[in-house]
């Protein structure tokens, strides 16, 4: 595992392997909401575990994976 530059980008654009911290999420209630719910909120670290071009972007929080549709992990912002 990788720790990630401090800039912020898109979880969409971090590379596999990689561990980043969520900033912020660009989107509505219901989103921002539904991403808290599965435990991906500001401050949290995640492992990008997959993400092919795309395709959607596997993540792992704690012991879990959850896997995002591109759309969802473009509103998500990471350092």
Known sequence: MKKAD???????EVAPGEVVTIE?????????????????????????VRNSRGG?????VRDCRV?????AAQKVMVR
């Open 24 to 48: 912020s999420v660009a989107g509505g209630r219901g989103l921002t909401s539904r991403l808290s719910a599965m435990g991906l909120f500001a401050g949290r670290e995640v492992e990008v």
């Open 67 to 71: 896997m995002l549709g591109r759309g």
């Open 56 to 60: 959607p972007v596997v993540v792992a």
């Open 6 to 12: 401090a800039v912020a980008r898109q979880l969409s």
